[in-house]
């Protein structure tokens, strides 16, 4: 009677077991679409913190340009679908923005339409025309290792852009995301005694892009007029001090979720 028992129970057991596995084997591969959602009504918003150096107006003294800030809100949302000439489904990307204002809170202020983009997810890629160039995004399925270029659409220089991370928990903002992602999209490593340039975009599952931040500025001195100003070591000395404390010329900015959710039910 005790090895009945024994036999049910191990039969019990494979059984679980042989279905448990079959069940995962048959579980479609984790492509990594949902850090790319497309569902209508999908939005995000973001703070824009922007930095502009104007090289035509250098200082003449210290050789740094005047900078303009600009601080402002972007809200992207998905308006609709509807199918391309290649009969694909597209989104249609609305863009809203909201300007700054010292004295009025952003909650105050209405939205006011800015620019409409559209938007590609294919078996492969995550594509997003932005201001009519068009730019893969994101590469699937998601995996350490993979390197794309992200201007094979479009006729700018090739760029390899790649996954630094995923799936990794991250707080951007004020929010904490359990599966967040960073593509590097071009960095030129900050050993350029004359510029930098980053540009990386971070993505959270079921939410999209999170954060993007774009360095692409520049420091040179004149020839002659710094190491005459300041000695025969001074050029040394100037290209001694951090890029980003002596930029005369190109432009920062950052954009960082600020919240997001969906417009329907």
């Avoid at 059984?15 to 999908?42: E, R, V, W």
């Avoid at 339409?113 to 893969?136: C, G, P, Q, S």
């Avoid at 993979?146 to 220089?157: F, I, R, S, Y």
Wanted: proline residues 4%; hydrophobic residues 35%; contains cysteine.
């Amino acid at each position: 009677m005790k090895k009945k028992y024994y036999l049910l129970a191990f039969a019990a057991l494979f059984s679980i077991l042989f279905f448990s596995c079959k069940k995962d084997k048959d579980a479609p591969p984790d492509m990594g679409y949902n850090y790319f959602p497309t569902q209508q009504g999908k939005y995000v918003v973001y703070d824009v913190d922007s930095t502009f150096y104007n090289s035509d107006s250098i200082n003449s003294n210290t050789h740094l340009a005047p900078a303009t800030t600009y601080r402002f809100q972007i809200k992207e949302k998905v308006q609709s679908i509807f199918y391309d000439n290649q009969n694909r489904p597209t989104v249609r990307l609305e863009r809203y923005i909201k300007y700054h204002n010292d004295t009025i809170p952003y909650s105050l202020i209405d939205w006011t339409l800015r620019d409409v983009w559209v938007e590609n997810r294919t078996a492969t890629t995550a594509e997003k025309v932005e201001e009519n160039v068009r730019y893969i995004k994101l590469a699937f399925p998601v995996r350490s290792n993979q390197t794309w270029n992200g201007n094979a659409q479009n006729t700018l220089d090739e760029w390899d852009y790649s996954y630094g991370y995923f799936d990794k928990q991250e707080v951007i903002g004020a929010a904490t995301f359990d599966s967040a992602m960073q593509v590097t999209q071009f960095d030129d490593g900050g050993n350029i005694a004359i510029q930098r340039k980053l540009y990386i975009e971070k993505y959270a599952r079921n939410v999209g892009m999170v954060y993007k931040q774009v360095i692409d500025v520049g420091s040179q001195p004149p020839v002659g007029w710094y190491s005459l100003l300041y000695g025969t070591d001074s050029l040394t000395n100037f290209y001694n001090i951090p890029i980003l404390q002596r930029v005369n010329s190109g432009m920062q900015y950052t954009m960082t979720v600020n919240s997001y959710g969906s417009e329907f039910p």
